[in-house]
């Protein structure tokens, strides 16, 4: 699938995830600003394939990752975000959103699985109240965007 067929808006998903669903297949999804992609991202995006047919990646627009993370995040703009994430041969799907978390679009895919990074306890996952199956999977040791950022600040003094 070429890359721009995999960046789909909220609406396009639902239907998309409709057709999925008649098929019987298993819908994954993870989420994340995913600012400087690396190592730790291709892991979790990986392994969160492997636990059904199709993954989505719900990406969090600039504004939500604004919110979140501070007035200088992100680093890179949602649409270069969105297309690297589409690049991966293991991302099926990404969507956008600007809330600071993805439930209002869990709620309406309801994927049969859920995926979050280590950093992350099951009971502060948004959404593991009502999506049957979460998995956390464990970061990669060292590999993180703030890491990344904090080495480029200290390298450049």
Known sequence: MQTSNKLVSRTKLVQIVAKIRKEKK???????????????????????????DYLVVGLNSDLSVKKIKGRNRPIFPETDRA?????????????????E???????????????KGGDYQIDEIVGH????????IPLV?????????????SESE
């Open 26 to 52: 298993r819908i994954v999804f993870t989420n994340g600003c995913f600012d400087i992609l690396h190592a730790g991202h291709i892991e979790l995006l990986e392994k969160a394939k492997s636990f059904g």
């Open 83 to 99: 297309r690297l994430l589409a690049a991966l041969e293991a991302v099926d799907y990404v969507v956008l959103f600007d809330e």
């Open 101 to 115: 978390t993805p439930y209002e679009i869990l709620r309406q895919l309801q994927p049969e699985v859920l995926v």
């Open 129 to 136: 109240d009502f999506i049957p199956d979460v998995k956390v």
């Open 141 to 153: 040791r060292g590999k993180s965007t703030t890491g990344i950022i904090g080495k480029i600040l």
